[in-house]
Structures are given as C-alpha cells and as structure tokens.
C-alpha cells in the first residue's frame, strides 16, 4: 500500500572520509595563500631591517626597538607555524613537521600569539612610561621579569598539553 523507506546507516568514520570532507593539503589555494603570505612579509622584513640598521636614532630609540623587533619574530614564528598546524602543506610521519606539540603548542601559541601579545603590552607600557612619566624602562628588567612573567601562564598550558598528548594528529 505504502512505499517502505529504508535507511542505511552512514559508513563509518575513515582516513579517506575525513580527506572526502577535507580539501587535501598543497593544493593550488594553498600555495596562493603561502604566496600572498611571503609578499606580504617582504615590506615587513624590510620595515625590520630599516628600524635596526637606523637603531640609535632618537626616534626609534624611544620606541623600543628591541621590543619591535622581537614583536615582529613573534609574529613571523606564528605565521609560519599557522601553515603547518593547518595543515597547508603534507606533514610527513617522524618528520620535523609532524611533532604536533611542538607546532601547536609552543611554536603558535607560546613563541608566536603569546610572545607577540606580550611584547606589544610591553611595548604600550614602554611608551606610556615615555610619555607620561618621561622615563624609559631598562632592558635587562624587560627581558628578565617581565618578559617571564607575562609567559608563565602559556608556558605552564603547553607543559600540560605536550605531557598530556593534548594534540591528536590525524594522519
């Protein structure tokens, strides 16, 4: 009388499903991306090497340059750790690439996003004690206290992560 619906179950959870759903790594688009990546960094490297080579220069001297400079490595390290957790390009099993902990953890979010924040906060504290009070802050306390004591929170969440295998990577 009535037609029967039937339901099959959905197949289950396999590498090739994963890469079906998945757009496959070094694809065209990620090669454009890298491309437009390194095109953008060229201006900023040169930025970098101008603000170091004029270094003593009252002008960059009142900014901080170690603190630019620095901020800028941060943010480099974080770029390029983004590609490879993201998984642009093939990580090779036992390769430099495929330690998990190392990209995710450490290289993205405690040398680059962590670092990177940090030293811009040091950087906004630097020029206000410029501004407002008319005295610079001394290298030594920079790299020292501060520098520690703004990481420790990120360094103690990637202890945890890497010892714990908080990073799965699905090969």
């Known amino acids: 009388m009535y037609p029967m619906i039937t339901t099959t179950a959905p197949?289950?959870?396999?590498?090739?499903?994963?890469?079906?759903?998945?757009?496959?790594?070094?694809?065209?688009?990620?090669?454009?991306?890298?491309g437009i990546a390194l095109l953008a960094a060229i201006p900023f490297v040169c930025g970098n090497l101008v603000i170091f080579w004029y270094r003593k220069?009252?002008?960059?001297?009142?900014?901080g340059v170690d603190l630019v400079l620095a901020s800028s490595t941060a943010g480099l390290i974080w770029l390029i750790s983004?590609?490879?957790?993201?998984?642009?390009?093939?990580?090779q099993k036992g390769s430099f690439f495929s330690i998990c902990p190392l990209w995710s953890f450490w290289l993205q979010f405690t040398l680059?996003?962590?670092?990177?924040?940090?030293?811009?906060?040091?950087?906004?504290h630097h020029l206000y004690l410029l501004s407002a009070r008319e005295k610079q802050m001394e290298a030594l306390q920079?790299?020292?206290?501060?520098?520690?004591?703004l990481l420790?929170?990120?360094?103690?969440?990637s202890l945890f992560a890497t010892v714990y295998?908080?990073?799965?990577?699905i090969e």
């Open 11 to 34: 197949p289950p959870f396999t590498k090739d499903a994963y890469w079906r759903n998945c757009e496959r790594p070094g694809r065209f688009q990620d090669w454009t991306l890298l």
């Open 57 to 63: 220069r009252k002008y960059f001297r009142a900014q």
């Open 82 to 91: 983004a590609f490879v957790v993201n998984q642009h390009f093939k990580r």
């Open 112 to 124: 680059g996003f962590c670092f990177w924040l940090s030293l811009l906060a040091l950087r906004l």
């Open 142 to 149: 920079i790299w020292l206290f501060y520098i520690p004591l």
């Open 152 to 157: 420790t929170p990120s360094i103690i969440f």
């Open 165 to 169: 295998d908080a990073s799965k990577y």
